[in-house]
């Protein structure tokens, strides 16, 4: 009864082996939650680019 947990320890370290591990996916594969919002984010910081240069034409126009 004694030798019982020996046993187990000895196969339980056995069991390890020395393979690496199953390599996972890459982070850029994975989708995340936030990948919609950063891109919506994206499209109104390039919006508000486009509003800015249409506004500092139409002042310039202004000041002519």
Known sequence: MKSLPIVF?????????????????????VATPFDAMKADEQRARDVQKTVDKQAAEQRKQIDQ
Request: aromatic content about 0%.
């Open 9 to 29: 320890c000895v196969l339980a370290l056995g069991a390890c082996s020395g393979k690496p591990p199953v390599p996972k996916a890459k982070a850029a594969d």
